[in-house]
């Protein structure tokens, strides 16, 4: 059988690391594929830099619209990044010809998935995105090929190693969350612009096209409520720790009767759940089926990680694989419903900063009785300042299952009462 020829856009960790995984493999995927998968040219901006790769030989393209229109290629790589041009234009023009298409571009799917599927089914091309999610997670390929015999329930996940890396050692090492931003930009896991990461932005792209391949749903982010963590101090991760939940921030998507619920906020988790057991940098997503439930967990980042899910990819293409983008035809594809947030059910932590006064608590306990709001434990600490009458006292409140309407209900009359000094804070809770 002829090669398979690459042109590759984007030479930056993962460009590079999928030309050198393509170098190490080139026998085990000629076996695999009965063709042998070869990067045969590239486009990036600097022509200068050097890379530590060997790229003598490689046509060399500066735009990467011409390298996907290119007639010495059999697939397009696209690692460039970003929701707009030349991303989109290139990928678009890949597709047109009919020629696959293989990225990690999550923004840009998560923005032109359903536009793009139609495109690639209209060329009769293939359009593949493992590398989009999860990083060397193969959690893709798990919803649309391996699980479609379960009628799916819930897909939930740590989708953002540097909120995971932040979370993690903010509690470990009892440390501020600007430090620990800071030290995970150092060490390369943040976005450009770490607001995606951190406001849950990053989490969402990569909720709505897991929602997609998990529910039949066309790709929607704006329809997902999204929270981040720069609210979350290590007061909250510790008070959480002592009450047995670790916090995390989660990308849910949950089958409801009012539609799929699509959300990415902090969320105390339980200890003993696999997913709470998660650190640092690395990812986990656990799926809910009918039959089966599991969890799979790994690195969600970096030039290895991703490079192995774009290489997979291209072992599909070389195979000939031809799936629907998001599992079924774009026709089929139902329009996404925003369930509304204020009908979420489950627990709160809620922490407020309470005025230390005579009938403080009486009257948050009242409040949260007002609205039928069952308390599971009150925790208050003495207050740390010598003038117990000067300072305000922690009171944590841990609620059994109630709805977001109602909380916000009650948070509201307390703050009217007077007896709250600063914005109280709320995370949602998971519980068995
Ligand atoms: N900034 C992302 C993260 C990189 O921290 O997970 C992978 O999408």
Redesign the pocket.
């Known amino acids: 059988m002829s090669d398979l020829r690459v042109g590759l856009a984007g030479l930056g960790t993962v460009g590079t690391g999928v030309i050198r995984m393509l170098d190490r493999r080139a026998a085990d995927l000629a076996a695999r594929t009965g063709r042998t998968v070869k990067v045969v040219a590239v486009a990036a901006r600097d022509r200068t830099r050097d890379r530590g790769v060997d790229l003598s030989g490689l046509a060399w393209f500066d735009d990467p619209v011409a390298l996907a229109r290119d007639g010495g290629i059999d697939v397009f790589v696209e690692l460039m990044g970003g929701d707009g041009d030349p991303a989109k234009a290139a990928v678009e023009a890949a597709l047109d010809l009919g020629r696959p298409v293989v990225t990690a571009n999550?923004a840009l799917l998560a923005r032109h998935g359903v536009d793009l599927a139609r495109r690639a089914e209209a060329n009769g091309a293939s359009l593949h995105f493992e590398a989009a999610v999860a990083?060397g997670i193969p959690i893709v390929k798990t919803l649309r090929e391996s699980l479609a015999g379960n009628q799916l329930e819930r897909v939930s996940g740590i989708?953002?190693?540097?909120?995971n890396?932040i979370l993690t050692r903010m509690l470990e090492e009892k440390l501020s969350f600007n430090v620990c931003l800071g030290e995970?930009q150092r060490l390369g896991?943040?976005?450009a612009d770490p607001t995606?990461?951190i406001d849950g932005y990053?989490t969402a792209h990569?909720l709505a096209l897991l929602t997609s391949l998990a529910f039949g749903t066309q790709v929607d982010a704006d329809s997902i409520y999204v929270e981040g963590i720069r609210q979350l101090t290590l007061a909250d991760l510790e008070a959480a720790d002592d009450l047995g939940y670790k916090v995390k921030l989660l990308g849910v998507a949950l089958r409801t009767e009012t539609g799929i619920e699509q959300r990415v906020h902090p969320t105390m988790v339980p200890k003993h759940w696999p997913i709470a057991q998660v650190s640092n940098?690395t990812?986990a997503v656990a799926v809910d089926g009918d039959a089966v439930s599991l969890t799979l967990v790994g690195p969600?980042?970096g030039g290895d990680a991703?490079a192995s899910a774009v290489v997979g990819d291209l072992t599909d293409v070389a195979k000939g694989g031809k799936d629907f983008t998001f599992g079924i035809p774009v026709g089929l594809l139902q329009k996404a419903e925003r369930a509304p947030m204020q009908r979420h059910e489950g627990g709160y932590y809620i922490r407020l900063a309470a005025v230390n006064k005579p009938g403080t608590a009486a009257t948050i306990a009242q409040r949260m009785a007002d609205e039928h709001i069952s308390l599971e434990s009150i925790v208050q600490r003495r207050p740390d300042l010598a003038d117990d009458a000067a300072a305000t006292a922690h009171v944590i409140l841990i609620t059994y299952a109630t709805t977001e309407e109602a909380v916000r209900r009650a948070i509201a009359a307390i703050e009217a009462d007077g007896v709250v000094a600063s914005l109280p804070q709320v995370i949602r809770i998971e519980k068995d």
């Open positions: 999550k990083g989708l953002n190693g540097t909120c890396y995970a896991y943040a976005e995606f990461d990053d990569k940098v990812n969600g980042a991703t």
